[in-house]
């Protein structure tokens, strides 16, 4: 098999998979990784099949001869997931963002006590939940609260959603910032996060209801090797690494070295647990000589149910920014103005690029001071893969969206204004 990379912080490069890469990978993490998972199970794949993880997902599934359930349409998964009720679901962190914003948008829109005591529950269930896993003392009042918002609302919108039977979601692709972890387990809901890439065939890491730790991505499945290099750099050996790049020895011989294939990712083993740090090629150093991980700042904006996309530039500046586009509906819902109002003319408002601001200055104020956001630039419209923003695999193209917006980003760093949107 021949599958590009998404060319995100670079030219996309040609993927050689054997069939025993990709048969051995899909082997392994079902035995591993896939507990509780038996044939003739309801399972729906949500995931374009570029993308490697669903690609390689299909396997897996034809290997546990569940029945396999395709949504052919992104803006239809909430009816195919009602209709379907499946016992698991692959997907990524920006598929569990926005259903997190649907359910908001969705109790706003109904107004009176629903609209006040569903965000309610949902805070309810993270709290407790993030207590609990994380070996916090979860006193009377939140155990109180969960209890009362489990039974009263949470199973409620669980049912609702088709979700009733499912046992565990798997997450790759991207960091999943913990915050939606916990929403979703205060749900009843548990994420299992896996790790890989394209050249791993993917599954390299993965997390099972046995043996899941929130902020890990699991351990490495049987028969693949990783350890941590002196620089930090994530390295993994085995039956899963691919043959080499198309026609490109030389990328090869940068890749791979005596079996160990280079990452590019930062990272530490705990207790056999793979925990991911830093994108090594997305680094970049402010004018302060920090070293600022985009992704890390980047899921921590995406927590907000305001924020659909987030991209986080600062090479040589005096501080970090990001470029955002935002959930439009809920925006309007709360600011109260016309679904009439285009997105051009919302990024352009003075109250939506305040409350914009609040928001990801809300979402960064817990990490380093050097990391917290001073200025953003809003997009109207998402990026896409037809826009060209995004890789077929659905990742931000850094590159791209930095060069089409450079104008907007120059300004706002020049500017007085601690905001700026693109009209």
Not at 248 to 263: K, P, S, V
Not at 294 to 322: C, F, M, N, W
């Amino acid at each position: 098999m021949l599958i590009y990379t998404s060319g995100t912080t670079g030219n996309p490069k040609g993927v050689m998979l054997t069939h025993d890469n990709v048969g051995f990978d899909a082997q392994s993490a079902l035995v591993y990784g896939f507990q509780g998972i038996h044939a003739g199970q309801e399972i729906l794949s949500v995931l374009p099949y570029s993308h490697i993880f669903e690609h390689t997902m299909v396997y897996i599934y034809l290997l546990a001869r569940v029945r396999y359930f395709i949504c052919h349409d992104p803006n239809g998964m909430l009816a195919d997931v009602q209709d379907v009720r499946p016992v698991s679901m692959t997907a990524v962190p920006r598929i569990f963002d926005r259903m997190l914003a649907g359910i908001t948008a969705s109790a706003l829109a109904h107004g009176g006590l629903q609209a006040k005591l569903v965000p309610w529950a949902l805070r309810a269930g993270h709290d407790y939940m993030y207590a609990k896993t994380f070996g916090r003392w979860v006193g009377p009042r939140p155990w109180l609260r969960y209890c009362v918002a489990r039974p009263l609302v949470l199973k409620a919108v669980r049912k609702r959603l088709g979700l009733d039977r499912l046992r565990y979601f798997t997450s790759g692709s991207a960091a999943l910032h913990v915050d939606t972890a916990m929403t979703f387990l205060g749900l009843g809901l548990p994420i299992m996060q896996g790790y890989g890439l394209t050249e791993t065939s993917p599954v390299t890491t993965v997390s099972r209801l046995s043996a899941n730790r929130y902020g890990a991505v699991g351990k490495p499945i049987p028969g693949v090797e990783v350890k941590i290099a002196d620089d930090g750099e994530i390295l993994t050996r085995g039956r899963q690494v691919m043959k080499g790049y198309y026609r490109d020895e030389a990328a090869t011989a940068e890749a791979i070295e005596h079996g160990w294939l280079h990452t590019g990712d930062v990272g530490r083993m705990e207790k056999g647990f793979l925990y991911i740090t830093d994108r090594k090629r997305e680094l970049f150093k402010t004018a302060g000589g920090k070293f600022i991980a985009p992704a890390r700042v980047e899921s921590a904006i995406k927590r907000s149910l305001y924020v659909t996309q987030a991209l986080v530039v600062g090479d040589g500046r005096p501080h970090p920014a990001a470029v955002i586009n935002a959930n439009w509906d809920l925006v309007r819902k709360t600011l109260g103005i016309g679904a009439d109002v285009s997105p051009e003319q919302l990024a352009a408002r003075d109250d939506v690029l305040t409350f914009l601001t609040a928001e990801v200055e809300k979402q960064t104020a817990d990490l380093a001071t050097f990391e917290q956001i001073r200025r953003i630039v809003v997009i109207p419209q998402e990026f896409t893969v037809e826009s060209g923003h995004l890789s077929p695999a659905m990742k931000i193209k850094r590159r791209v969206v930095e060069q089409q917006y450079a104008d907007e980003i120059d300004r706002a760093y020049r500017t007085d204004l601690r905001i700026h949107a693109r009209a």
